[in-house]
């Protein structure tokens, strides 16, 4: 059973910085491909961050590309969200997932393409 476990959120001042963590257990982190969603409150699920298998393709959401950077190691089973300049609109509950399509050849985009979800982290930004 593949599980994900997200870890460091929390609260912090608007310009501020929080390094996000997901260790994958039950599976072969190797072999997916790795997304950052979020939700904030009365919003949906938006994409926010992707990596391929080998950490050398990178895919970012508009209104977080020069900010934030994903980044994995296949040794330890995690992948890392390093969050900078961060912004009230970056408040939410940030989610790992992790999908098989390609054999996580590719950087994956969309949600329905993943195959496997963490239970989220709280992130909030205070202005």
């Known amino acids: 059973q593949v599980q994900l476990v997200e870890s460091g959120g929390g609260l912090v001042q608007a310009g501020g910085s929080l390094r996000l963590s997901c260790a994958i257990s039950g599976g072969t982190f190797s072999s997916y491909a790795m997304g950052w969603f979020r939700q904030a409150p009365g919003k949906e699920r938006e994409f926010v961050a992707t990596i391929n298998w080998s950490g050398g393709s ?11 950077t994903i980044s994995r190691d296949n040794a330890k089973n995690t992948v890392y969200l390093q969050m900078n300049s961060l912004k009230p609109e970056d408040t939410g509950v940030y989610y790992c997932a992790a999908s098989r399509y390609l054999s996580g050849l590719i950087v994956v985009v969309v949600s329905n393409n993943y195959d496997y979800w963490g239970q989220g982290t709280q992130v909030t930004v205070s202005s």
Not at 58 to 68: E, I, M, N
């Open 58 to 68: 990178t895919s970012y959401a508009d209104s977080v590309k020069g900010r934030f």
